[in-house]
């Protein structure tokens, strides 16, 4: 019984190891992903306390620290190697040196404290330089580059926002916009709020909208003709927006909403902050247009 248990494999993270494979799972391992070794035995009640919440803490790390379970009973020279005094005893390993560790059963929260410093050792894997890759591509225009830079990333990381929001804005880029809606649908509930993926979810609104935009100077002529005619003055703002010129679509929303804040529901206040919402916060049209609006609302 006791050996058919020793060899159970606990997922993809968490299995057991003894003396013949110890170096290679541990050791070698560590070199790329920090390992946690549980020092356990069957007849050790705090070991089954502690061992389903440490499996559940580094399974929630999603791959960025592996676990192994060393049966004490079986592998006694590791435990003497180790000078494993008394069990449960947890060892972390990184780059082939032990780093960290403790005795005991302990609280969730202190486990995943645990876990989290661990994963903060190998960094992200590289996934932020993949972002900041994908994204400089995204500016260069090779949105294909950077939609397949995006994807890779989310396979590595389904709940990455940043690499979510890019998705979304490659394919604006491609003109899929339909595609880019799919996405934005399926975003995780985790990350669904996140500024990257808000900022994508206004860029689609306003994406949409350019594509029903009217012809720029028949629009703004209408403006001229009678200043007053604030469906045409709104018309314009997205007009102006879709063919790139976002500062003059922001001062045209500015103007409406000097005239009338309160026409069609605060039209020109949600637009302005769909504006907002789909550039970075520091770019400069938006940090002037949520000032000078902010001044507009409380004067």
Request: charged share 25%; glycine share 6%.
């Amino acid at each position: 019984m006791i050996g058919t248990e020793a060899k159970t494999t606990h997922s993809e993270f968490v299995k057991d190891v003894d003396e013949t494979t110890f170096m290679a799972e541990v050791v070698d391992k560590s070199m790329t992903v920090p390992v946690i070794v549980d020092f356990w035995a069957p007849w050790c009640g705090p070991c089954r306390q502690l061992g389903p919440a440490l499996e559940a803490a580094v399974e929630a790390a999603k791959g960025k620290v592996v676990m192994v379970k060393v049966n004490v009973d079986e592998n006694q020279m590791i435990a003497g190697q180790m000078r494993v005094q008394s069990i449960p005893t947890v060892y972390a390993f990184w780059q082939g040196q032990p780093v960290d560790g403790f005795q005991g059963a302990l609280p969730a929260s202190q486990l995943k404290t645990f876990v989290d410093k661990l994963a903060a050792l190998a960094g992200d894997g590289g996934l932020a330089d993949a972002v900041a890759a994908a994204e400089e591509m995204l500016t260069e225009g090779a949105a294909v580059d950077a939609a397949e830079t995006f994807a890779a990333i989310l396979g590595e990381d389904a709940e990455n926002a940043e690499a979510y929001g890019g998705l979304v804005r490659a394919h604006l880029a491609l003109g899929n916009l339909e595609q880019a809606e799919q996405f934005l649908a399926a975003v995780p509930a985790k990350i669904a709020t996140a500024a990257p993926v808000e900022a994508a979810r206004a860029q689609l609104a306003l994406a949409k909208q350019a594509a029903k935009a009217g012809p720029l100077d028949a629009l703004k002529a209408k403006v001229e003709a009678d200043p007053a005619d604030h469906q045409a003055r709104f018309d314009y703002a997205t007009a102006l927006h879709a063919a790139g010129e976002v500062e003059a679509a922001v001062e045209q929303l500015l103007e409406l909403f000097r005239r009338d804040r309160e026409w069609n529901e605060g039209a020109a206040k949600t637009q302005l902050f769909t504006i907002f919402d789909a550039l970075k916060p520091t770019d400069p049209i938006a940090v002037k247009g949520r000032r000078r609006l902010s001044s507009m609302i409380f004067a």
